[in-house]
């Protein structure tokens, strides 16, 4: 709500017409509205709260305690006589609690956390367990992993490099990440622009009686699946407007708070100078920003501050559906711009904040490749098999060809340790690094097929380049095999024998009346032939799957890259100082990533 439509709270009714003012329990001590007489108090209030078992801030409606039954009753009579109807019984007044819990038994605690350790008091669980009221040690060991898995500290609960830049930002520490972040990779306007955002209230306005037009209002500002790039769309309009003196009209048109506003403006100039004071960069802003101007790098910096707060994005027929390693299914609060989507062409979201209400709700999200979320996530691991790596621990996977792996992996090694040295000598020059940025920019900017790495036959995009054949026939349709003769039901044994849930097929009719399988399993995607009918088309993606698990054909794919392709990758893993001259011998053409697992074709 507006806060000119707040406002109207305090004007006098006409004769005969009763004002009726609906309120949280923020009337409780921080106005007096003057012409109440009658306060009905509900005892009911929804207080935030953390539940430390899912690891999830929760809003949900509670009993309040003695002390604000008593300041709900002083909202009557503050100024003229009148009356409080508490509407519960005797009973249930006995059973409150004196006082409302403190907040450090209600609020994750990765920020006080960091803190302690800024402070050097000693062990953080010690520490903390000398407070009065001192919080669950489940909540204090979250607050630790997450700082850990973030690389604020260590394994010995040790501040990091990071760790201690980020206690020089008075933000919460993805926010500090992005703008750590945004700062060396100059790209740094449009993420004090979303870290300002993210700390003031939000600045896009939904009225109840206008709700159709305030969406469609933020929806001009977005087209990408980014409430975060909607944010930087809405701002950098306002202060062009403000130019020209016109900033209360375009807040007033576009659904905005125009104090919201203000308060980014001044945010950003406060980040900056802190962002001066840490070294990080100079005392010219336009030396950073660079890059401010690559949407995919923004997005890439927003990953890289808010992991590991990510959630799946489930396809189905008609929608999707979204789940997170902790919760299980969520859900998009209704103002956001990907609430609205009836398909993202992303795999994952990134998400700044989620609570329960009654069910999890996701709020500020932003849409993200396979490639941006290894490159700019958690760190890494290898997998059980070749070509399969790991993150958080196992829960977020990926399948790829092997040397494409080996490939992110030296990528990702040479990137950490770019950050790691710019933070530890913030002289160094970025652009003695080029060859590597430009490496990451060009990845992160041509995900296609969805950004997720999936593996399909040689001919799923169009090539110029010959197709090489398989070495040896289709394991499933020339021989038998575990399960039987039947493609579908060896590919079935081979899994579930492994340990792994059942394949899962979809299938969809193509414009030629022909049909296209992708059998899923184990985080993994693989597809078929188009085929006559549904049932070979099945058939054909299993037999394709026990292929790549069974025979060669994994690294028959790398007999699908040219020489320069090849050259272009390795240029980017800059491994042991190899020889860019190459790049001058042969021409490099730019790459579409058509599904790493699978091709890398040159765009025609």
Not at 225 to 236: F, G, I, N, T
Not at 366 to 377: E, I, K, P, R, W
Not at 411 to 436: G, S, Y
Request: net charge negative.
């Amino acid at each position: 709500m507006a806060s000119s439509e707040q406002k109207l709270i305090f004007e006098e009714p006409e004769d005969g017409v009763r004002k009726i003012v609906l309120t949280t329990n923020i009337a409780e001590t921080s106005i007096t509205i003057n012409d109440v007489i009658f306060v009905l108090d509900c005892g009911k209030a929804k207080e935030t709260s953390y539940d430390a078992l899912n690891n999830t801030p929760c809003l949900l409606p509670s009993w309040v305690s003695k002390v604000s039954t008593q300041q709900r009753r002083g909202r009557a009579g503050r100024v003229q006589p009148g009356e409080c109807y508490h509407l519960y019984p005797r009973c249930v007044y006995d059973a409150f609690t004196e006082y409302q819990l403190p907040e450090i038994l209600r609020t994750p605690l990765q920020s006080l956390c960091l803190q302690i350790k800024s402070l050097k008091l000693g062990s953080i669980s010690e520490f903390l367990s000398r407070a009065l009221q001192s919080p669950k040690l489940l909540a204090v060991q979250n607050a630790i992993e997450y700082l850990k898995v973030i690389g604020a500290l260590d394994e010995n609960e040790n501040l990091t490099v990071l760790g201690r830049y980020l206690t020089m930002l008075p933000v919460e520490p993805k926010l500090g990440k992005m703008l750590i972040l945004g700062a060396i990779l100059n790209c740094l306007d449009p993420v004090l622009t979303i870290v300002a955002g993210l700390s003031v209230r939000d600045p896009f306005l939904t009225p109840l009686d206008k709700k159709d037009l305030a969406e469609a209002a933020k929806l001009q500002f977005s087209h990408d699946h980014s409430d975060h790039l909607a944010l930087v769309r809405a701002y950098e309009g306002w202060k062009e407007a403000e130019k020209d003196l016109a900033g209360y009209d375009y807040c007033w048109k576009n659904f905005l708070s125009a104090q919201s506003m203000k308060a980014i403006d001044s945010l950003r100039e406060e980040f900056l100078s802190l962002l001066k004071d840490t070294g990080l960069i100079d005392g010219y802003a336009t030396s950073c920003n660079g890059w401010s101007y690559d949407q995919h790098l923004i997005r890439a910096i927003i990953c890289y501050g808010l992991y590991p707060g990510i959630c799946s994005v489930v396809h189905n027929e008609k929608s999707f559906s979204l789940k997170t390693m902790e919760d299980g299914p969520v859900l998009l609060y209704s103002n956001s711009v990907n609430a609205r989507e009836s398909r993202i062409p992303y795999p994952w979201l990134v998400f700044n904040e989620k609570i329960k209400v009654n069910s999890v709700f996701l709020r500020d999200s932003t849409a993200v490749s396979d490639s941006v979320l290894l490159l700019f996530g958690g760190s890494i691991s290898r997998g059980d098999v070749d070509g399969h790596l790991k993150m958080l621990g196992g829960y977020l996977e990926f399948f790829m060809q092997p040397a494409i792996a080996e490939k992110y992996l030296s990528l990702r090694r040479e990137f950490d340790e770019l950050i790691q040295n710019k933070l530890l000598n913030p002289q160094i020059v970025l652009h003695l690094h080029h060859e590597l940025i430009s490496a990451i920019r060009l990845l992160v900017s041509e995900d296609q097929c969805d950004g997720r790495f999936v593996f399909g036959r040689p001919d799923l995009k169009p090539s110029n380049m010959p197709v090489v054949p398989p070495q040896r026939s289709l394991i499933s349709r020339t021989e038998s095999g575990p399960g039987g003769d039947n493609s579908k039901s060896q590919l079935q044994t081979l899994v579930t024998r492994a340990g792994y849930a059942a394949p899962i097929y979809k299938t969809s009719q193509l414009e030629n009346n022909q049909f296209q399988a992708t059998v899923e399993f184990n985080g993994m995607q693989i597809i078929g032939q188009p085929c006559n009918n549904k049932k070979s088309a099945e058939k054909d993606a299993a037999a394709e799957a026990l292929q790549w698990l069974m025979s060669g054909t994994r690294t028959g794919h790398d007999q699908l890259l040219t020489k320069a392709e090849w050259i272009r990758i390795d240029l980017y893993c800059m491994l042991h100082g190899a020889d860019l001259r190459l790049e001058q011998s042969i021409p490099l053409v730019p790459l579409q990533i058509v599904r790493p697992g699978a091709v890398i074709h040159p765009l025609s």
